[in-house]
């Protein structure tokens, strides 16, 4: 098919994400619940494989696309779309129906690194004329190098553990979880979340660092939702959370926060994170809402404070 398999293939491989379009027609906290789940399954796309598997077989006739090849070729691309997602933070349901979401938190859910090289030799490839053996080279040339790349996040994230594994240690701080995650864009500064009893202990640590990893304490405070715990909504948070959030009250507003995407500000005395929901009550019915405070300045103020907190401390 020449450079228009990857026309398809860019098609194909946005359509696992195209469940943020159906979200839009339903509550934004059951959008959220659902964002990489069947749409990023494993029935999903031997369900759709086949399917698009013909229409390229009709489209595509002149060239002589058989059947097996093109179903193949869709899944290939689906699957490694899912697969992908699966080394970011926010977890894919590869095994729908079942509930358990798998994720490595090895790379942020944009990198550079990643995406530009495998971006180059893939233009390069397109650049050769289809008898030219030198496209194939290329094209294989970038998933090597991307993947290889993809792995290693995975030696990285191991080593950065052991950082913070050690300074937990000498700090002799006992934790029942930890999951150590990349900032935006790079993986030489790192953050960590430390499961205790009673709270959470977030740090963070960069390759440049010259001296001991600082952590910082934040209470659990479940108690503030005690009496409302088997609410349907709150059920659905700490699913969405995967068990990780706290209970924080600012200006008479209770808010629950997912600590998995870190915190926007750091100021103990005011923390604010990156997903908050404010828990209301109304005529019996508990209710959330995502406060909408994320806009461009803060974006701005916080990839400036990442970009020098990444230079050491």
Same mark, same amino acid.
């Given at each position: 098919?020449?450079?228009?398999?990857?026309?398809?293939?860019?098609?194909?491989?946005?359509?696992?994400?195209?469940?943020?379009?159906?979200?839009?027609?339903?509550?934004?906290?059951?959008?959220?619940?659902?964002?990489?789940?069947?749409?990023?399954?494993?029935?999903?796309?031997?369900?759709?494989?086949?399917?698009?598997?013909?229409?390229?077989?009709?489209?595509?006739?002149? @060239?002589?696309?058989?059947?097996?090849?093109?179903?193949?070729?869709?899944?290939?691309?689906?699957?490694?779309?899912?697969?992908?997602?699966?080394?970011?933070?926010?977890?894919?349901?590869?095994?729908?129906?079942?509930?358990?979401?798998?994720?490595?938190?090895?790379?942020?859910?944009?990198?550079?690194?990643?995406?530009?090289?495998?971006?180059?030799?893939?233009?390069?490839?397109?650049?050769?004329?289809?008898?030219?053996?030198?496209?194939?080279?290329?094209?294989?040339?970038?998933?090597?190098?991307?993947?290889?790349?993809?792995?290693?996040?995975?030696?990285?994230?191991?080593?950065?553990?052991?950082?913070?594994?050690?300074?937990?240690?000498?700090?002799?701080?006992?934790?029942?979880?930890?999951?150590?995650?990349?900032?935006?864009?790079?993986?030489?500064?790192?953050?960590?979340?430390?499961?205790?009893?009673?709270?959470?202990?977030?740090?963070?640590?960069?390759?440049?660092?010259?001296?001991?990893?600082?952590?910082?304490?934040?209470?659990? @405070?479940?108690?503030?939702?005690?009496?409302?715990?088997?609410?349907?909504?709150?059920?659905?948070?700490?699913?969405?959370?995967?068990?990780?959030?706290?209970?924080? @009250?600012?200006?008479?507003?209770?808010?629950?926060?997912?600590?998995?995407?870190?915190?926007?500000?750091?100021?103990?005395?005011?923390?604010?994170?990156?997903?908050?929901?404010?828990?209301?009550?109304?005529?019996?019915?508990?209710?959330?809402?995502?406060?909408?405070?994320?806009?461009?300045?803060?974006?701005?103020?916080?990839?400036?404070?990442?970009?020098?907190?990444?230079?050491?401390?």
């Amino acid at each position: 098919m020449g450079n228009k398999a990857i026309l398809y293939g860019a098609i194909i491989g946005t359509i696992p994400d195209l469940d943020v379009l159906y979200g839009k027609f339903i509550d934004p906290l059951t959008a959220t619940d659902i964002h990489r789940g069947f749409s990023h399954s494993l029935v999903f796309f031997l369900i759709l494989s086949p399917i698009l598997g013909w229409i390229l077989q009709k489209v595509e006739h002149k @060239q002589k696309v058989n059947f097996k090849e093109a179903t193949l070729f869709s899944y290939l691309i689906l699957q490694t779309h899912a697969l992908l997602d699966l080394f970011t933070t926010w977890g894919t349901q590869l095994l729908w129906p079942l509930e358990t979401r798998f994720s490595l938190q090895s790379i942020f859910v944009i990198d550079p690194l990643y995406t530009l090289p495998f971006l180059f030799f893939l233009i390069l490839s397109m650049k050769k004329k289809k008898q030219d053996t030198k496209r194939m080279f290329w094209n294989r040339t970038g998933l090597i190098v991307s993947t290889s790349y993809l792995f290693l996040t995975l030696i990285v994230q191991s080593i950065v553990l052991q950082k913070f594994e050690k300074q937990l240690e000498q700090n002799k701080i006992s934790y029942q979880e930890i999951v150590v995650k990349p900032s935006p864009f790079n993986i030489i500064l790192w953050t960590t979340n430390v499961k205790v009893t009673n709270g959470y202990y977030i740090g963070d640590y960069s390759f440049f660092d010259t001296k001991p990893i600082q952590f910082q304490f934040i209470p659990t @405070q479940k108690e503030m939702i005690d009496n409302i715990e088997d609410a349907a909504v709150i059920k659905q948070l700490k699913r969405i959370s995967e068990g990780w959030y706290c209970i924080t @009250q600012k200006e008479n507003q209770l808010l629950f926060n997912d600590l998995r995407f870190g915190v926007m500000n750091t100021d103990s005395t005011d923390f604010q994170f990156s997903f908050s929901y404010q828990i209301t009550e109304e005529k019996g019915e508990v209710k959330a809402m995502e406060l909408p405070n994320k806009n461009r300045e803060q974006a701005k103020k916080l990839l400036g404070k990442l970009w020098v907190r990444l230079w050491g401390n």
